[in-house]
């Protein structure tokens, strides 16, 4: 809140104070009220706890001056009987420390309020943070299954190419030359996936199974995509000798109508690769959605 509308907002709070103040005071003056000091306290109070210090000075200077009007002789305000002085003295003491005691557990009650607004501001970000960790392969950076999970209803309804990939011969890698060379080939990959299709497309599906899922996509273009694919590897392939990487791959591509039709294209999509799997390696094949 920017200082303009505070000022605003507390000349605002200071006037309905004023109005509500006069109010008490024409209604104990209308009805003769004997003991007015009881009436004016609650708005004093009142103003106070609702406002702040600021509604609660306007509300005990008004209390104030119409005591002296109230217990002075002849109401001439500043002349009183001795009885009077100590009634005066005792609403004046009252009055001061009713604002203070009163302001203080206000100022408190506001203090703790923007404690739990800047605790629960806090919260709400460390949960955003924690599902996007919670949705993000540490590794490649791609999404992980609880990503896809989260994406089920947007894929209803849509014409889908959904592919799956494996990275041929990863085992032999691992043992050939270690985890962290098959860990860095895992990382190509996902950043190869990464730059062809984008961060909403490509998930690691897990160990070196990766999932490629592009919706309202022409298929000629997603065959496009699949040669900027291969030319992306081939240049990755040129860093090094130690690292060479090859894919198999299978895809299927349809509308997905139905609740289960997703999970059957990605289970076609599995069949055609580890047909490419068994038939050499090294390729990318896949055909038309069969429902049936």
């Not at 309804?157 to 860095?184: A, C, F, R």
């Amino acid at each position: 809140m920017n200082k303009s509308i505070q000022k605003k907002s507390l000349v605002f709070k200071m006037l309905l104070t004023l109005m509500l103040m006069l109010v008490l005071t024409g209604l104990v003056i209308a009805f003769d009220i004997p003991n007015p000091n009881m009436i004016l306290i609650t708005g004093l109070v009142l103003s106070t706890s609702l406002f702040g210090y600021s509604s609660g000075i306007v509300a005990a200077i008004i209390m104030i001056v119409y005591s002296m009007w109230f217990f002075s002789v002849d109401h001439k305000f500043f002349e009183f009987a001795p009885i009077n002085i100590q009634k005066m003295s005792v609403i004046l003491l009252g009055t001061v420390l009713s604002l203070i005691f009163v302001g203080h557990v206000e100022r408190r009650r506001t203090l703790a309020l923007i404690a739990l607004e800047e605790a629960n501001s806090k919260l709400q970000k460390d949960n955003i943070k924690l599902e996007e960790v919670s949705s993000v392969d540490a590794l490649t950076g791609l999404g992980n299954r609880y990503a896809i999970k989260q994406l089920y209803l947007n894929y209803k309804g849509s014409n889908l190419h959904v592919m799956m990939i494996d990275i041929d011969n990863l085992k032999i890698t691992n043992d050939t030359h270690g985890h962290p060379v098959g860990d860095e080939m895992l990382k190509r990959v996902g950043a190869v996936l990464l730059d062809t299709y984008g961060k909403d497309r490509c998930f690691r599906y897990g160990g070196d199974e990766f999932l490629v899922v592009c919706c309202q996509m022409e298929h000629e273009i997603f065959l496009e995509t699949l040669e900027q694919l291969k030319c992306s590897l081939a240049e990755n392939n040129k860093k090094d000798d130690i690292i060479n990487i090859s894919l198999s791959a299978g895809y299927v591509y349809g509308d997905a109508t139905t609740d289960g039709d997703f999970d059957k294209m990605i289970q076609q999509a599995d069949e055609h690769l580890y047909n490419v799997k068994n038939n050499g390696r090294n390729h990318i094949e896949g055909n038309q959605y069969i429902k049936a």
